[in-house]
């Protein structure tokens, strides 16, 4: 049986546009698009080639909307990969975000942040 690929995970924020533009300057990675989405909302693809994010938000406020999957911060959290995490530790520090709970145990060394949303993001390197 051949195993799936993760292609991307669609989450639900405040500004689409600055959660965008904060992960592009944290990991690097590019909008590979942009455009209308349900419930009159805005929808920006934020990533590599292989994979993305799909920043997500709704034309009302997302704490205002009935639908579950509408609720900023719903999930556990994000996880990253990086090559640097130092660099990109460096830069989540400098962007104002307080980095906690760093970890180094198998397979690698991690920490977590808050975006402004109260949505965690774990980044963690493998080397």
Known sequence: MQSGTLE???FTVSDSEKTAAMLCALFGWKIRWRGPAKDGGLS???GTEDD???VYMPQASPDEMPNPNAISGGLNHIGVLV???DAV???VVDAG???FNHADYEPG???YFLDNDGIEFE???YE
């Open 123 to 125: 980044v963690v390197s």
């Open 8 to 10: 991307h995970v669609n």
């Open 89 to 91: 530790e460096r830069r």
């Open 83 to 85: 090559d640097d995490l």
């Open 97 to 99: 975000f307080s980095p």
């Open 109 to 111: 060394r991690r920490f």
């Open 44 to 46: 920006i693809h934020v």
């Open 52 to 54: 993305y994010l799909a």
